[in-house]
């Protein structure tokens, strides 16, 4: 491996199909090459590690290739070979942030006067274009307005607002997009392969997310972890190198948030500390996996992407539906807080720490959101007739019921032993009518199949129709339990459901569950909260004291005198 070239700069893109994930600014661009219109100013705007400057130097090649202009440079005619080593005549590159002074640009404008010495045309490449000064700017806007013939800027930026406005109207604006994981993921396999590197999916997948969105921050770590330990490559190895967070401790740390577990949340805290990681990237890292289950959450499925971080998207689903939009949206703020916190200057362990507590406790936290969280969480309690939590959770197991339900997928449990509920209706006279008689049978198979769970999720509903051509039965969820409709169309849940059902009717029917607008329906006895449960559940939840009324004097004299 040569010392003197990096990977980034050995596989970077020579032609437009090479280039990943910038299809909208390729496609443009190609297109000006083929007909001939190409621009004589571009600002390309976006984070860096993003492909800016690789795109421009295509764009050159194309325009300057013995066989161009052409979408395809040869990369063999001196031209190509001079633009990729950066010793071409033609091809200028700039750094403004080392010359962003009057004379800078008054050197550059004398240049700009002369023909181009070996191609075509002559490019100018100004990287980081808004570190110029207000006055070099001035004096360069006549040149950009009005360049020779065959002469292209290219203007590249991280940030576009600090370029003057009257540059901008001069120039074409490609937005340059940040790569996602998969596609940062595709990069590093592909350099991986072409430079025989052996290197694991769970390796790849640390690299990308510790990218944040940059091709060469990820191919400068692939280069910085062959130096570390050859060309065998593990997750071992990333996590040494970068002191990155592994994926099942960002994903124990979610599940603990999710299940109310403080004392979880420690122990994912106490494992990262052991490891020797940075406590700083597994708080970016554990932000990031949150706003993943948001949009799981928002969207309803998995988005392909999300699956390069090592987990299975079945685990990201069902991680997500044992979250709520309160919780998570609190949990985001939270550690986003502590972040700031952090760059502050606060000590990092003991500021996570603090966040994880405050995540999966809305006890701790003071905040509206937190007593808003505080809240929903006692109302998904008495809907579904869950047990009161008791504070001695918190030093064993799960703390209140939430951390069992999040940690039982729901429709979940498995063999009980039990024999299955014995069919009740004939699918030949199967109606409406007899499907309500059947009603309390299917619960009971739902609960004698494992899932008690959702046998109380669905005690809060009634079936309101059937239709047995198209084999679905609706079932109708008051407005008041849309929580409980929610949990009963996770997949398994449905499953579950529809086997009871079978084992019944005698028929499979697919759950299609809606909400009746003003109508409630009867919850059975056994699924509600006793006056006592319901006290234990509100003075664990909100570290409440039973607040009993002195009697008045009056009152205290009568009872003395009544004996």
């Known amino acids: 491996m040569s010392a003197e070239t990096s990977l980034y700069r050995r596989h970077r893109p020579q032609a437009f199909d090479q280039v990943v994930g910038q ?55 001196e031209s190509c070979v001079s633009i990729a080593a950066g010793t071409s005549l033609d091809v200028i590159e700039m750094d403004a942030a080392s010359n962003r002074s009057v004379d800078d640009i008054r050197e550059l404008r004398e240049r700009v006067g002369y023909a181009p010495a070996t191609g075509r045309w002559k490019v100018y490449i100004l990287d980081e274009a808004h570190m110029l000064t207000r006055e070099a700017w001035n004096a360069f806007l006549k040149t950009l307005e009005e360049p020779p013939p065959s002469t292209v800027f290219i203007l590249a930026t991280t940030e576009p607002h600090k370029v003057m406005a009257t540059i901008v109207d001069r120039c074409q604006r490609f937005d340059f997009q940040r790569p996602s994981l998969e596609q940062i993921a595709e990069v590093i396999g592909r350099v991986a392969t072409a430079e025989g590197i052996e290197i694991s999916d769970g390796a790849i997948a640390a690299i990308a997310r510790a990218a944040a969105g940059s091709f060469r921050d990820a191919l400068g770590t692939l280069d910085q972890l062959v130096s570390y330990g050859g060309k065998d490559v593990d997750t071992d190895d990333v996590l040494a190198v970068l002191g990155v967070a592994d994926a099942e401790l960002i994903l124990s740390a979610a599940d603990a948030i999710a299940a109310g577990n403080g004392r979880a949340a420690l122990e994912a805290s106490e494992r990262l500390a052991r490891s020797g990681r940075d406590v700083t990237q597994f708080a970016r890292d554990l932000l990031a996996h949150l706003r993943q289950l948001i949009v799981i959450r928002t969207v309803g499925e998995v988005p392909d992407a999300f699956t390069v971080t090592a987990a299975e998207p079945e685990r990201l689903r069902a991680q997500a539906e044992s979250m709520t939009d309160l919780g998570l949206g609190r949990a985001v703020d939270t550690l986003s807080a502590a972040l700031s916190a952090i760059r502050e200057g606060d000590e990092p362990r003991m500021t996570v720490e603090l966040a994880l507590l405050r995540a999966a406790r809305p006890q701790l ?138 084992a019944i009717v005698g028929q499979r029917l697919r759950p299609v569950y809606v909400l009746l607008e003003g109508d409630e329906v009867e919850i059975p006895a056994e699924a509600r909260l006793s006056e006592e449960e319901l006290i234990e559940l509100v003075r664990s939840e909100f570290d409440a004291e039973e607040y009993v009324a002195e009697p008045e004097d009056g009152e205290a004299e009568a009872k003395e005198m009544n004996g």
């Open 365 to 502: 936290d003071p905040s509206k959101e937190a007593l808003a969280e505080r809240l929903e969480r006692l109302e998904r309690v008495t809907a579904v007739g869950a047990s009161a939590p008791t504070p001695a959770a918190e030093a064993g197991g799960p703390p209140d019921a939430f951390a069992s339900e999040a940690s039982e997928p729901l429709g979940g449990g498995g063999e009980t032993g039990d024999e299955p509920v014995a069919q009740a209706v004939a699918v030949e006279g199967l109606d409406l009518e007899r499907m309500v008689r059947a009603w309390p049978a299917v619960l009971d198979q739902v609960r004698e199949g494992g899932s008690e769970l959702l046998s109380h999720v669905l005690a809060a509903a009634r079936p309101v129709a059937v239709n047995l051509e198209a084999a679905v039965l609706e079932v109708g969820f008051p407005a008041s339990a849309a929580f409980n409709k929610r949990k009963a169309e996770a997949a398994d849940a449905r499953d579950r459901f529809a086997e009871a059902v079978k």
């Open 23 to 77: 299809e909208h600014v390729v496609r443009t661009l190609r297109n000006a090459v083929e007909r001939d219109r190409v621009h004589h100013a571009y600002l390309f705007v976006g984070s860096r590690g993003t492909g800016k400057t690789s795109v421009a130097k295509i764009l050159a090649r194309s325009l300057n290739c013995v066989d161009g202009p052409t979408l395809n440079p040869c990369g063999k005619c």
